[in-house]
């Protein structure tokens, strides 16, 4: 059963537009979630991260943004760039737990 | 240069040959990972460690075997591979001991099993 679930396979915004990744996980124990960022033949890659004590975390031109009576996180991008073009993985963990569940991926694609 | 290494990054093999896909990591880090990623299912746990000659099961653990014999090390062993195996592993490191929290990952390694 997913427990981190990523309902847009794939998602195309203009250049210097706001990309939205959104993410849906059902474990109520899940405290920590992060965001990874892949591009082809490469390993994912950390991008950005939040705690549960918070609902926002900025870092440069990313925010994500965290609902937990939704339990809901979504990665806003602005502004967009090609450089960007990736596949986004949500991944989140419970403290103490020894795994972070992934989700199944979303392909971002940002045209010039 | 902080990294994980994986080896090999490309195997076609066949039914029932063993192989092992090796990974060190160099930079100190306790906890180690094994994930598979396969098309709609996103990356899943195979095997995890905490440290040296600690392992334990991650979500699909069937078919594969691991040790953690020195700190940097967490080798994927499969014994027996079959056509279901047939995916992209990825290892991955953390300093944290007690969650896994910010991953490190190597650069895959694509398996295909005939």
């Known amino acids: 059963d997913q427990q981190v679930k990523q309902n847009s396979p794939s998602l195309s915004v203009q250049e210097g537009r706001i990309s939205i990744l959104n993410c849906d996980y059902t474990n109520s124990m899940f405290d920590y979630f992060l965001w990874y960022k892949k591009y082809p033949a490469e390993g994912p890659t950390f991008l950005i991260s939040i705690s549960s004590i918070k609902d926002k975390n900025e870092d440069g031109r990313f925010t994500v943004f965290l609902n937990k009576s939704a339990k809901h996180l979504s990665l806003h991008i602005v502004p967009s760039q090609p450089g960007d073009s990736a596949v986004y993985f949500c991944a989140a963990s419970a403290t103490g737990a020894n795994n972070l569940f992934f989700g199944t991926g979303t392909r971002l694609t940002v045209i010039p | 240069e902080a990294q994980v290494t994986q080896n090999p990054r490309y195997l076609i093999t066949v039914t029932g040959k063993k192989l092992t896909v090796t990974c060190s990591q160099n930079?100190?880090?306790?906890?180690m990972s094994w994930y598979r990623q396969d098309p709609g299912l996103g990356l899943r746990q195979i095997y995890y460690s905490m440290n040296v000659e600690v392992t334990d099961k991650g979500d699909v653990p069937e078919g594969y075997k691991v040790s953690r014999k020195e700190k940097r090390n967490f080798p994927l062993i499969l014994e027996s591979p079959s056509p279901n195996q047939t995916s992209l592993y990825f290892c991955?490191?953390?300093?944290?001991?007690?969650?896994?929290?910010?991953?490190?990952f190597g650069e895959g390694s694509r398996l295909t099993v005939l």
């Open positions: 991955a490191s953390s300093f944290s001991p007690g969650s896994p929290g910010e991953l490190f």
């Open positions: 930079m100190n880090h306790e906890y």
